[in-house]
């Protein structure tokens, strides 16, 4: 396949509302994601973090990722290089006044998203839009917590985000049709499917994927199987391209431990209810991968079984 060039759509015309310059608070791994494919499709891209180290990291896995397609021949040298140029770092939210489109991707804690919102909310123009990529919040709630209830959606990316087809797209119960489409737009301008989900927690993929992750947790914790038994046996077993604990570190236990919680909470039902050892883990601070340690220990060259 020949290397795609980084300007081919327009992004500035046909779009419901025009949106040239995105806005990415949150340079972890959804964030650096998010900011790499919406570069690569032409939109102007302010990439924030609190943290001025996550945000050089950001930079550098952003390069080293769109190096890896350009090797790959999915993208130009060019138009890696352009992408690139796209992205430019903010360490403060005032970085974000003039975009047309905010995509807040930071850690999965209620308190710390609605902070964020009051913030950006003062600096933006009235008429930008607003959107979390939370794994489970309620976006009705969040969207309450702004100015801009009907400017405001949810749009979920999947992880790892370059590699991902899939966005789920969720209104609130104020999101407006303008937003809708325009969220729509600009999914499909980054080449992505959509799949609508109404807003009840973890919304679709989530809702089903989180259970069977929990659930393997319960059959590390109960002895039903070990570490190798448990990802062998889903991936053998049941063709799934990663065992649930390798997944659960890809996620993040952190974020498996917060979408497990606003299930359970959310729809009041035990059948959620988080595994102790999953608690433990993240009490621990081994949150997977991000941490070099979860269900398994990364730190060495092959990823060797915590338990
Ligand atoms: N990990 C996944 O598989 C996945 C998939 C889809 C969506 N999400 C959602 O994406 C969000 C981020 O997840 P992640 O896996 O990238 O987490 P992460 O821990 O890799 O990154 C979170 C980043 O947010 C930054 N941050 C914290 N508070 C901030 C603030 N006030 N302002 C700006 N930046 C701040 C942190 O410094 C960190 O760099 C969460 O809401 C999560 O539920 C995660």
Redesign the pocket.
Known sequence: MDGRDVRAVPVDDKMTVPIKKVGV???????NGIAHVTALAGFDVVL????AD?LKS?MATINGNLSRQVVKKIITEDARKQALGKIVPAET?EGLADCDLVIE????REE??R??FHDVCAVLKPEAIVA??????SITRLAASTDRPERFIGI????PVPLMELVELIRGIATDDETFDTAKEFVTRLGKQIAVSEDFPAFIVNRILLPMINEAIYTLYEGVGNVEAIDAAMKLGAHHPMGPLELAD???L??CL??MQVLHEGLADSKYRPCPLLVKYVEAGWLGR?TQRGFYDYRGDKPVPTR
């Open positions: 608070i949150g340079s972890g791994q959804m964030g924030n973090d609190i943290s996550r950001a939210i991707t930071a850690v999965e710390t998203k902070k964020i979390s990529d939370t794994s489970s919040i979920h990316f999947m992880n890809f996620i993040g952190d974020t917060s979408i991000k």
